[in-house]
């Protein structure tokens, strides 16, 4: 502990590296620490390996948190601070049609490369190892790690959540000492639900989705779903999950035919009267959906078109329209790409310092501050860190 540093960044994801190189940029002397030695692992899997690193579409209505008007005071505060943050790690970027910003290479690897270039040219410190404890100590703080301490004037703490474990999601229990922490939830993750049709495993369709708590509609996404062993999966799925923790009985209900009524449905299968059952769909849908409605209403693959009764057909029209699936739980941290809870946002000020740790500052994912998919989360990251940092320098200079 023979050197005392201005700021140490506590996680080297993308908030970190935002915090540390914003940070170092100032003049602050920066160690950025991490429990493993390979860093941004998450920003290297985010956009399926292409980096969805913003949205030009951001605002306070994108994501879930405990302090709305904290979060809205950080979002704004400074909207042009993500992009120059690139513009000056020379990464070009560019948009598609829905505003989701990649980079122009089209692959993460062109971020990261960037920010592990921009802390080596500044002169930002690294260090490998696992943190057991931030303790308050006059003039500053002592970091304790598994190997040594470290101490520093003002502190960083953007470490994550339990999320992704496998490429750098963790549990940190020596948060509660610092500030209060919402219990983390998986979030953006598939969904179980009460039924297996194992016909429809890797079957995709496009549908809209209703999210039901009993029997009151709490959310509605339409897009691609896809069906596994036990499970619906895909991103209209996945931003369902972030209104799971508020439903006591939830349960999902499939629109596979949206542009139609179920009454013109029911008209347009009551055409259908040649040939066996197994055609009843030909056209809508893929074979594993329709064999899968019919067994479902006890009609078999053989039995004749014009043997089906109104009824029948009625019946078909309404499950294809109000397909519901009881929701058991989400798949876990192992599967979810960020989580709901964590650091309260309410516990600090909008330049993200503690309200009761002076020199204390908190950055990304542990916050208690989960977006919707389409690069809100890392544009979250990056803003966060980038506040943090420019105030944990401030910070220094100013006491």
Not at 7 to 12: E, N, S
Not at 147 to 161: D, E, L, P, T, Y
Not at 308 to 323: E, F, G, V
């Amino acid at each position: 502990m023979s050197k005392t540093w201005d700021v140490v960044v506590i996680g080297a994801g993308a908030s970190g590296y935002a915090a540390a190189v914003t940070a170092r940029q100032k003049g602050a002397e920066t160690l950025l620490l991490d429990a493993s030695a390979k860093t941004a692992r998450k920003v290297s899997a985010s956009g399926n390996g292409r980096c969805n690193l913003s949205n030009l579409h951001v605002g306070v209505d994108c994501y879930r948190t405990d302090d709305p008007a904290t979060l809205g005071a950080v979002l704004s505060a400074d909207p042009q601070a993500v992009p120059l943050f690139f513009a000056d790690l020379g990464v070009l970027t560019q948009p598609d049609d829905e505003g989701r910003v990649y980079p122009w290479s089209n692959r993460a690897a062109s971020v990261t490369d960037a920010l592990y270039l921009k802390a080596d040219e500044l002169g930002v410190a690294r260090m490998t190892d696992e943190v057991k404890e931030v303790l308050p100590t006059k003039g500053g703080y002592v970091v304790r790690c598994a190997i040594g301490s470290v101490f520093a004037r003002a502190v960083v703490v953007a470490v994550g959540s339990p999320a992704s474990p496998t490429i750098g999601g963790r549990d940190n229990p020596w948060l509660a000492a610092l500030a209060e922490v919402r219990p983390f939830l998986p979030a953006l993750c598939p969904l179980k639900t009460d039924k297996k049709y194992f016909s429809l495993k890797g079957v995709r369709t496009f549908a809209d989705l209703t999210l039901f708590d009993g029997d009151a509609p709490i959310a509605r996404e339409k897009g691609e779903v896809l069906f596994g062993e036990g499970t619906l999966s895909g991103i209209a799925v996945m931003q369902l999950s972030l209104s799971i923790p508020i439903a006591r009985r939830p349960h999902i209900s499939l629109d596979l035919f949206p542009t139609l009524s179920e009454e013109e449905l029911y008209r347009m299968l009551s055409m259908r009267r040649k040939g066996d059952a197994d055609k009843l769909f030909v056209g809508l849908c893929d074979k594993p959906i329709a064999y899968t409605l019919l067994k479902e209403e006890g009609i078999g693959l053989s039995q004749g078109l014009a043997d089906l009764t109104p009824d029948q057909i009625r019946a078909l029209a309404h499950r294809a329209k109000n397909w519901s699936f009881g929701v058991t739980g989400t798949t876990g941290f192992d599967h979810a790409q960020v989580a709901l809870g964590g650091v309260k946002l309410s516990s600090v000020y909008p330049n993200m310092e503690s309200k009761t740790h002076p020199g204390l500052f908190f950055a990304g994912e542990v916050l208690d501050v989960t977006g919707v998919c389409g690069g809100f989360n890392l544009h979250w990251a990056w803003t966060s860190g980038i506040v943090a940092g420019r105030s944990a320098f401030a910070f220094c200079h100013l006491t």
